[in-house]
């Protein structure tokens, strides 16, 4: 059975309908919730007997269309399906319209031409139609009239849609660390002697890197940001952002601007709030957009000699983000950043340099624990890249740290246990009961680790030095990326707390900083013996 469920603009209640066929009837309520939106404006015109619908959601203008050749769809579909091309039109045409509010309007988009895709097509194959198998199949279901081949179909697109789900997830791969570091110095070079006519251009781009680098947004809230933007506190300046309401896939839209996304400030350092305020005055004469955003469309039109358009948009930034690669990073072998990367860099920054543990449950809005896994697996890279360029730049570093604990037991070795490296003082060893030993837990998960346990005293007691190990340090913070995932996720179902992500966060920017200075001495070292070499 489908549920329908449309949130109206400009109010704070939804509608739900329970869709098991349909018929006359549930076409009628298909065409009332047709006449709802256009009469707000969100679809801006036409009749749903029609096969274009214009739409907008402020943002952007498309049009979802419902084409299809009504002789093709006799010659090929018509066959399994079992109903004409007019019933599987208005059937498709109700199934979008019941998916209005849980999804983006370009989802809806991309929804409408796979289901005219289907009405050109033979009988599905064992790879049934991709990742719409299970919206096909479902709307075949919901068609009125039985056709055993139109069962054996859905049997078939069912059984794609489950092998589909069990795939591994599909991460955002990050690229090696070292291709952002060099982006973020050409990016620096290029700015300080561009023109002020280039810089208007690339505005959106420069920005994009420096801010979203550091605040992990989504490129449409980074978008969305309001002319408006910039206040200067006390403290310093704070930038407003719009930040979007639909996450975790549990609120409907509106498909209006103020209803589908939220203000929020941040803290912001004076170089991108200065950058953001000429930007302001650069574009002050120019024609403002539709809608209350940053970023203006005249300088993309005239680079690009566009003679449409008025809102800067995804399109809009990607274009010009290729443009900075060919004219600008020409003959620099930088690999591309994808503009999605950022966000990721950003959040597992936030994670080593000691952020929130409620920054760190927005991750907890994926659905498992592999979607959001790829924020952690590459933490020892971004270190390992990081340490690099700090190290080109002032060549600063410690050969050993001091570990151990800075005071002495007083308890006589006559009550302690021996165990390898050191004593065990718990009571329940002496007597050979395991009870305290299956609490001390490594960061690599192995019960019963010694030098994990409250109860250990190594043998040199105080504190001595620890000269660095690169295998251990990278081994470490691999265990304590994983360790701070499983605690997310153990908060995300239900059965963990806040206070075992902070402590794990702890942990993690622990292992980070060892990391970092294992990294560096290795890097002295070598950095020496190139220079004896050298001479």
Request: overall charge negative; charged content about 25%.
């Amino acid at each position: 059975m489908l549920t329908a469920a449309n949130k109206l603009a400009g109010t704070d209640y939804s509608r739900f309908l329970a869709v098991d066929s349909i018929d006359a009837e549930t076409i009628s309520k298909a065409k009332e919730i047709f006449n709802r939106y256009l009469s707000h404006g969100i679809i801006t015109g036409g009749r749903f007997e029609d096969d274009e619908w214009p739409v907008t959601d402020e943002k952007s203008r498309i049009t979802i269309r419902f084409s299809y050749s009504d002789t093709e769809y006799e010659k090929h579909a018509g066959n399994w399906i079992g109903c004409t091309s007019q019933c599987y039109k208005e059937a498709a045409k109700s199934y979008v319209l019941f998916h209005m509010g849980a999804w983006t309007l370009a989802s809806l988009r991309e929804l409408a031409s796979h289901l005219c895709r289907t009405a050109a097509a033979d009988f599905p194959g064992e790879d049934g139609f991709g990742d719409e198998s299970s919206h096909i199949a479902e709307l075949l279901q919901l068609i009125p009239g039985f056709s055993e081949s139109r069962n054996a179909a859905i049997e078939c697109l069912e059984d794609c849609a489950a092998l589909q789900r069990i795939r591994p997830g599909r991460q955002r791969h990050l690229l090696d660390f070292t291709a952002y570091f060099r982006f973020h110095d050409a990016m620096d070079e290029y700015w300080e002697g561009a023109e002020p006519d280039d810089r208007r251009f690339y505005f959106p781009l420069y920005l994009w890197w420096k801010l979203t680098a550091v605040l992990p947004l989504r490129v449409t809230e980074f978008l969305m940001m309001p002319r408006d933007c910039i206040r200067e506190t006390e403290k310093g300046y704070m930038v407003t952002i719009r930040r979007t309401r639909l996450k975790g896939g549990n609120t409907l839209m509106a498909y209006r601007i103020d209803s589908d996304f939220e203000k929020k400030s941040y803290p912001v350092s004076s170089e991108v709030a200065e950058s953001i305020l000429w930007y302001k005055e650069a574009t002050g004469k120019m024609d403002a957009p539709p809608i209350d955003s940053l970023f203006c469309y005249e300088p993309y039109r005239e680079r690009h000699r566009m003679s449409t358009g008025e809102i800067y948009s995804y399109d809009c930034l990607k274009t010009t983000k290729d443009d900075f690669y060919k004219n600008v990073l020409a003959g620099k072998e930088i690999p591309v950043v994808n503009l999605g990367d950022t966000r990721h860099i950003a959040m597992m920054n936030l994670i080593i340099s000691g952020g929130s543990p409620r920054m760190c449950m927005e991750l907890a809005g994926h659905a498992n624990i592999g979607i959001s896994s790829h924020y952690y697996t590459n933490m020892a890279e971004l270190v390992e890249c990081s340490t690099y360029a700090l190290f080109r730049k002032n060549k600063k570093g410690a050969a050993a740290r001091f570990q151990g604990e800075s005071f002495y037991s007083l308890t006589p070795l006559s009550e302690l246990t021996q165990v390898p490296e050191g004593w065990c003082g718990s009571p329940r060893r002496r007597i050979e009961e395991v009870d305290d030993c299956i609490q001390a837990v490594n960061p690599l998960g192995e019960i019963g680790d010694c030098k994990s346990c409250h109860y250990f005293r190594r043998d040199r007691q105080g504190q001595h030095l620890d000269f660095f190990d690169t295998k251990q340090g990278r081994q470490k913070v691999e265990a304590d990326s994983w360790f701070l995932m499983h605690m997310v996720e153990a908060v995300r179902q239900g059965i963990g707390c806040q206070e075992n992500i902070r402590q794990a966060m702890l942990r993690l920017q622990q292992s980070c900083h060892h990391y970092r200075e294992c990294l560096w001495k290795d890097m002295e070292v070598g950095n020496g013996e190139a220079e004896e070499n050298r001479k």
